[in-house]
């Protein structure tokens, strides 16, 4: 599992790309998408230009995995069961942007040299099992999302989880594409991020890491568009690099350094016995039992808001809740804050026995 950046040589410079990936690589990226879709000019120069960089990530142990369909094939002069043009350029592996029929994949996942043949994961059909079906080196065998440039284009929920489980079903390592913010580069002109969830194309990095690493379908997450700044990239890496499940919470002006104590510098645990209305987090109603909790913001509760019960509410006083679904108050918990957007999407795919951490929304 890692998480990495895309680079697009023949529409940048080897030094730009160089200063890229070293930053990447400082904060921990391990894999690289670039793309050789088309060869335009001189083809000689955008292979030489295209080798030096990619023999460059590759030297720095980095996974670099080059986006190719069967006209390049082509171009090239290379054939299914020839790939030494890709182990002599230094990719890691190739990836299928059009496939073939599911025997010349699975023929290459044999190929001499250990290159990992990534096919497209957001088909929908049999395609993956197809491929299955002529016994393919599974450990050569890799799937990842497409990523969309268009606005409106990117997959639904809903069609990128069943596609995802196609894959997981046959236990092959996955990838998906998140988009920067900051990114203006990408294989083609035109650009509106690039991404493969379309609800995912303007929220912040750190939400969209958070999502891919909840859902538990996908294992490497990549940003799709260049150049993601350094704090883009510091902020993934960090949201990559996490303990425990995440959510990013907005913090009333009312709170008290107790309740902010609570919400902030807990690790907070999911309780078992499951409510349709509260997630529940328990134990620092032990720590708080003593505390003084006065009742405020005793309003209306609606779904997402973090509430932690005060004085008048007994035995549970200090107890943090999240609210599933919306609910009166009866003026026994103060409603402290409540889930950012992003993270009120992220809040069904907590599970319950497990460990998740709550932190103030930062700006990226």
């Not at 489980?165 to 203006?184: I, K, P, S, Y």
């Not at 016995?273 to 609606?302: G, T, V």
């Amino acid at each position: 599992m890692s998480i990495g950046i895309s680079i697009y040589p023949e529409r940048s410079t080897f030094e730009k790309d160089k200063a890229y990936i070293d930053l990447a690589d400082s904060y921990g990226f391990k894999r690289i998408f670039t793309s050789l879709l088309e060869l335009t000019g001189d083809s000689e120069q955008v292979v030489s230009n295209f080798r030096k960089i990619v023999r460059y990530a590759s030297g720095l142990g980095m996974e670099v995995m080059v986006d190719i369909n069967p006209k390049i094939f082509k171009q090239i002069g290379v054939s299914y069961d020839d790939l030494s043009f890709f182990h002599e350029l230094g990719a890691y592996g190739i990836r299928l942007d059009m496939g073939f029929t599911g025997r010349e994949e699975a023929e290459m996942t044999r190929n001499p040299y250990g290159l990992k043949i990534e096919v497209n994961m957001s088909i929908g059909t049999c395609y993956i099992d197809n491929i299955m079906s002529f016994s393919p080196n599974v450990n050569n065998l890799l799937g990842s999302h497409n990523f969309y440039p268009m606005r409106y284009s990117g997959l639904e929920e809903g069609f990128f989880q069943y596609c995802s489980r196609q894959f997981r079903n046959h236990n092959l390592r996955t990838a998906a594409f998140v988009t920067c913010q900051a990114g203006e580069l990408g294989p083609w002109p035109m650009q509106d991020g690039i991404c493969t969830l379309e609800e995912h194309r303007y929220l912040g990095i750190d939400a969209q890491t958070r999502y891919f690493m909840l859902c538990g379908l996908i294992d490497d997450i990549i940003i799709g568009n260049a150049y993601a700044t350094e704090a883009e990239l510091q902020a993934m890496a960090g949201t990559w690099n996490e303990t425990h499940p995440t959510l990013t919470v907005e913090l009333k002006e009312t709170i008290s350094d107790i309740e902010k104590d609570i919400v902030v510098n807990e690790l907070h645990g999911y309780r078992g016995d499951r409510s349709a209305y509260l997630l529940r987090s328990s134990l620092p109603r032990f720590k708080h039992k003593n505390s003084d909790i006065p009742a405020h913001d005793c309003h209306e509760i609606k779904r997402g808001d973090i509430t932690i019960g005060n004085n008048n509410f007994g035995q549970y006083k200090g107890e943090l809740h999240i609210a599933l679904q919306d609910m009166e108050n009866p003026d026994r918990v103060n409603v402290a804050g409540c889930l950012t957007e992003e993270s009120l999407q992220l809040l069904s795919y907590l599970r319950p026995w497990s460990k998740f951490k709550l932190i103030e929304k930062r700006i990226i």
